[in-house]
């Protein structure tokens, strides 16, 4: 990335308020927590979010309790003849940790079997390429990521962990989930994470921010592809369009590099990763059944949050605040462009990027979501509808219609398929369908398929583990 793309501390913005936000109206409303008013036309704090002569940490750090990725009480600012926004949620959506440290040579041993099992072309033994730690029942992939030699997976982590001969790469490199992050504060989400590292290996520090997903969602009636590529001031060398199926769904800016941001429709990507708990979540935000839902979100890399003194975890929820205003001040802008003034600096801000620019981090974000899965659950619509595709397929060739008649007669002739075929296979139709549920159950992080004769070998594998990560971190 070149440098201009990377933030200057102590540069100041060059951000210029649209005139039309001066007037803005202020609307708070009940949203499942406390009410916010928000300041008309602008960030929550005055000045640069670095400003000459303060240290970036002290700058970034902003007042009240640490928002959680949960739903704010719900306001508006009806912008004067431009746009209008409606902000529905904001906070972390994803966040990625790294420890250091080194994998305990039992669990390398452990791993490396599962990852083979997971590798067999028996689809039985591949079902048995999962392990439970701390109450999480993972996936063991089939293969490493990049120079990760190992990958395990539920709907609230996804770990990767070196094999402990590379000292230049952490233990564990971490994904925490959006639907986790969701539910419950990022300093309880970590510690759950916390307890799984610490099972696997011996850890030397504390976990380490490598990258930092902040978003905000709003419903607004502005058209978000009725500007122009240069109404976007910014520091990043590459902005895109994006269309899928002819229809606009929004705008990348900087992406692969230390900060990077992205303006997109939240509603059209939910039909394609069925992230459904966030209907009722906005729907508690005054969002109806049929509003498009847009998302402003900024991705802060390891580079980018060391610069602005963002160094540990503990660092990051007094910052938020302090990064969205970096983001939305100094390194992007969507301005309202003035043809007579060919210094893009000095254009004012189009109203729609004041109302972003003005989240509210600090202070209680409001209602979170009721309860995060641990398994990766598929939806009602793949089960009942892409799921009853061969049912009604034999109903059809058959010529039946009789709900209960065809249910019957798919069972029997499912049956004496399996049977038939059981000498090729070497399996009747029970233990067909065992098989498939276990190699289901394994995806799904919701049936532990091991015999008790492994479970106990597995019990005393980790009771030997914990007892040696204990010795080497008394230093015995």
């Known amino acids: ?49 670095l400003s000459d002569g303060a240290s970036p940490s002290a700058e970034l750090a902003a007042p009240g309790a640490p928002p959680s990725n949960t739903a704010p009480a719900n306001y508006s600012e009806n912008l004067e003849g431009e746009a209008s926004a409606r902000l529905l949620r904001f906070g972390i959506d994803s966040l990625y940790l790294s420890y250091p440290g080194k994998l305990a040579s039992g669990w390398a041993q452990r791993l490396e079997g599962l990852k083979r099992a997971a590798q067999s072309t028996e689809e039985g033994e591949r079902s048995n390429a999962q392990v439970r730690i701390g109450g999480h029942l993972f996936e063991v992939k089939d293969k490493g990521k990049g120079r990760f030699a190992y990958v395990l997976v539920d709907n609230c982590f996804h770990i990767q962990l070196s094999s402990g001969q590379s000292s230049a790469l952490p233990m564990a490199y971490v994904q925490l989930s959006s639907e986790l992050l969701t539910a419950i504060p990022v300093h309880e989400a970590e510690a759950q994470l916390r307890y799984i590292v610490n099972t696997l290996g011996r850890v030397e520090s504390p976990a380490q921010i490598s990258r930092a997903d902040l978003f905000a969602d709003v419903v607004s009636s502005l058209a978000m592809d009725s500007w122009r590529q240069d109404a976007w001031v910014t520091r990043a060398h590459k902005i895109w369009m994006h269309y899928e199926k002819r229809r606009f769904s929004g705008w990348s800016i900087g992406l692969g590099g230390t900060l990077g941001a992205r303006l997109y429709n939240k509603t059209l990507e939910l039909e394609k990763s069925k992230k459904d708990y ?37 660092d990051l929820p007094p910052s938020l605040g302090g990064l969205w205003r970096y983001a939305t001040e100094t390194w992007l802008r969507l301005t309202a462009p003035n043809p007579d003034d060919s210094n893009q600096t000095r254009w004012p801000n189009h109203p729609f990027w004041d109302a972003l620019a003005s989240v509210p981090w600090s202070g209680d974000s409001g209602q979170p979501l009721g309860r995060v899965r641990k398994e990766r659950l598929p939806s009602d619509k793949s089960l009942f509808i892409n799921g009853l595709g061969g049912l009604t397929s034999f109903m059809a060739r058959h010529s039946i219609t009789d709900l209960g008649e065809g249910f019957g007669e798919f069972l029997a002739h499912a049956e004496r398929f399996h049977d038939s075929y059981q000498r090729q296979s070497g399996k009747d139709f029970k233990g067909y369908v065992l098989e498939k549920v276990s190699a289901k159950g394994r995806k799904y992080n919701t049936l532990e398929n091991r015999n008790k004769e492994t479970e106990r070998d597995e019990r005393e594998r980790t009771r030997k583990d914990a007892h040696a990560y204990r010795k080497a971190k008394d230093g015995e």
């Open 278 to 314: 966030l209907k009722p979540l906005w729907a508690a935000c005054g969002w109806q059944e049929g509003e498009t839902v847009w998302r402003l979100e900024f991705e802060f890399n390891r580079d980018v949050l060391r610069e602005l003194g963002v160094l540990a975890l503990v």
């Open 1 to 49: 990335m070149h440098d201009s793309d990377k933030p200057q501390p102590g540069s100041t913005p060059s951000k210029q308020r649209s005139p039309s936000s001066s007037g803005a109206a202020v609307e708070a409303r009940e949203c499942g927590g406390t009410t916010h008013p928000v300041p008309s036309g602008g960030p929550m704090a005055t000045g640069s979010p």
